[in-house]
């Protein structure tokens, strides 16, 4: 009798794994971590082999389904990947249960739950005074209401993939606190890119409250004129520009010079020599060709490839009488020329001087 229970709970034990392994060919298949909050939610999976399927993100209240979201996804055998949504729909209620199920074609591998609370809930113990992503990085204001530890990460989304993250670990909330990243790779121009601060807030008792923030930028080239190293005289002008984006920015100096008495507008350009990213400086020298004796209102502008200006700067210049080329024997040289040639070897050695230093 007893040999017969045994026999009977093994046939059970046996047939329980084998109905498993058909009706789910890919056990080895784990969500390794979920989470949410009224913003945004992520899911991390891992698989013993490769797999491509979908995961589907939904948000329930009592029951009801307020919204979801079908997510694609290709992973490699053994290596974790992770997916994230941005909720669109506000709040309503107090609590609600946010769903992750994960699918091969239409069969259901593995789901899990996390229940999301919103208002008062779920308030940290700080503000968040200013989130704002930009073309060169991410800065992030926290104002605390009351002492607090928090790990801080930073990341970038293209669309529902992770593609940078820096976390900050152990950051002190006694009073505001700055966080600033900067992008360490280039970023494509008119790309919208979508930011996640995820913050955790240490408590003592207790696993950490998790609270998330999104926000957007549309990438684009941004340089900036140095208003203290713009030189300008009656034989030319030297401008030194710098990036402030991640988007390369591959563009011209362009100078106006409009004759005070006449009204006449003469249009200098000079290529930018560097393609300049964020902190990166070049400086283009730009020599007046006809510009006659007078007083001129000389705009200095920045110019990109699609002939978008992204900086100015104005001055006014008076070019005097006896600046005026003169006619002199073959045999002389006229200031004009060795201005010229002082100008080149100024500049020349002001590229040499910062090539050093760098």
Same mark, same amino acid.
């Given at each position: ?117 919103? %208002?008062?809930?779920? $308030? ?51 009073? =505001? ?33 998790? =609270? ?38 591959? %563009?011209?100096?362009?100078? =106006? ?27 283009? %020298? ?7 004796? %007078? ?11 699609? =002939? ?8 006014? $210049? ?41």
């Amino acid at each position: 009798m007893y040999l017969n229970n045994i026999k009977s709970v093994l046939k059970a034990i046996f047939l329980a794994a084998f109905v498993s392994a058909f009706i789910n060919p890919a056990a080895g298949l784990e969500i390794v971590d979920f989470f949410s909050d009224f913003t945004s939610s992520d899911v991390t999976i891992n698989s013993s082999q490769a797999l491509q399927g979908r995961a589907v993100f939904e948000l329930f209240n009592e029951g009801n389904l307020v919204e979801s979201h079908d997510v694609p996804f290709n992973i490699k055998a053994g290596e974790p990947a992770t997916k994230v949504i941005v909720w669109q729909k506000k709040p309503q209620q107090d609590y609600y249960t946010a769903k992750v199920s994960i699918f091969d074609d239409s069969k259901l591998l593995d789901s899990k739950t996390y229940q999301v609370s919103y %208002g008062t809930v779920s $308030l940290p113990g700080f503000h968040v005074v200013d989130f704002s992503p930009s073309n060169s990085g991410a800065q992030l204001l926290l104002r605390p209401f009351s002492p607090s530890v928090a790990d801080i990460k930073i990341e970038m989304l293209d669309n529902n993939d992770i593609v940078y993250t820096e976390t900050r670990k152990d950051v002190s909330l006694l009073m =505001n606190a700055e966080i600033k990243t900067t992008w360490p790779f280039l970023l494509t121009n008119d790309k919208e890119y979508t930011v996640r601060a995820k913050i955790f807030t240490h408590r003592l008792y207790a696993s950490p409250l998790i =609270n998330t923030y999104i926000a957007y930028f549309t990438a684009a080239d941004d340089v900036e004129i140095l208003r203290d190293d713009v030189e300008v005289d009656e034989y030319g002008a030297s401008v030194t520009i710098r990036g402030k984006s991640r988007v390369p920015f591959d %563009g011209s100096i362009v100078v =106006n010079a409009r004759n005070r008495a006449t009204g006449e507008i003469q249009t200098f350009n000079q290529r930018v020599e560097e393609i300049l990213v964020s902190g990166k400086e070049d400086t283009a %020298g730009v020599v007046w060709g006809g510009l006659a004796p %007078g007083t001129y209102y000389i705009e200095i502008l920045a110019v990109n490839q699609d =002939n978008k200006t992204l900086d100015r700067y104005e001055t006014i $210049l008076r070019i005097p009488e006896y600046a005026s080329a003169t006619e002199t024997p073959p045999a002389k040289s006229t200031p004009g020329f060795i201005a010229l040639i002082s100008i080149l070897m100024v500049l020349a050695a002001s590229r040499w001087l910062k090539r050093k230093g760098g």
